[in-house]
């Protein structure tokens, strides 16, 4: 069974600093990747999804990520922060399109919170 | 842009009632799961549905749950006999099944607090 281990519950930070949010999953024949964002008091936010092709998936508000298959990792990376990234980031993972179509459950990580500080 | 829509947003009950969250996927997603997440954990897989029937479940997804997709456009979760352990956030959400991957769009969440 799929697993995602985020190795920082918390990540503290300043404005404009980069920071990297690391994920690693278990590892499996063919993965799809994903990072969610939960701002407070609201749902879950696709921040950007690697399923195939390049390794450098860009996604929304300036956050990238690089898929690395040989460390089994998926680590979110954005150059430079704002206040309004302070969120909790998810890591998730499901199967690829060998196991059933693709349409498997999301397996999610524990979550960073990551605190953007002026 | 299309929403997955959940009511309600909040609901407070007293331990052994019945408690159904409610969802309204995206029109012509044809996927839909229900996640819970209690308070400061992991966002955790409960359900998933297609073709009006369970798909897949997870070990939580125990005989106090029920899921029902009852007039085609609703896709609801019933908690027989509510715990104190399932006070949580719980998610809903839905894919169209034409992506290729499962990119769930995800609903606000219905806060659930049993006393």
């Known amino acids: 069974a799929q697993s995602v281990t985020q190795l920082d519950s918390q990540v503290p930070v300043f404005e404009e600093a980069p920071v990297e949010l690391r994920c690693n999953y278990s590892?499996?024949?063919?993965?799809?990747l994903f990072w969610y964002v939960q701002y407070p008091n609201q749902g879950l936010q696709l921040l950007l999804k690697?399923?195939?092709?390049?390794?450098l998936v860009k996604g929304i508000n300036g956050f990238e990520a690089e898929f690395n298959k040989s460390q089994t990792s998926f680590h979110l990376r954005k150059p430079s922060v704002h206040i309004s990234d302070t969120a909790e980031y998810f890591c998730?993972?499901?199967?690829?399109?060998?196991?059933?179509?693709?349409?498997?459950?999301?397996?999610f990580g524990a979550g960073t919170r990551l605190a953007v500080h002026p | 842009e299309p929403e997955v829509t959940q009511t309600p947003s909040h609901q407070v009950t007293q331990m052994g009632q019945e408690v159904i969250l409610r969802c309204v996927p995206i029109?012509?997603?044809?996927?839909f799961y229900w996640y819970r997440q209690i308070l400061g954990q992991k966002v955790e897989f409960l359900v998933s549905?297609?073709?009006?029937?369970?798909?897949?479940k997870s070990e939580i997804f125990d005989d106090q749950f029920s899921v029902e997709r009852p007039d085609g456009s609703n896709f609801t979760l019933k908690i027989r006999s509510t715990k104190l352990e399932d006070s949580a956030m719980y998610f809903c959400?839905?894919?169209?099944?034409?992506?290729?991957?499962?990119?769930?769009?995800f609903g606000a969440g219905s806060r659930l607090t049993v006393l």
């Open positions: 959400a839905s894919t169209d099944g034409n992506s290729g991957a499962n990119v769930l769009t």
């Open positions: 590892s499996s024949v063919s993965v799809y």
């Open positions: 690697y399923l195939s092709g390049s390794t």
């Open positions: 998730a993972v499901s199967d690829g399109p060998e196991f059933s179509g693709g349409y498997n459950k999301l397996i």
């Open positions: 029109s012509n997603h044809l996927y």
């Open positions: 549905f297609y073709n009006n029937e369970i798909s897949e």
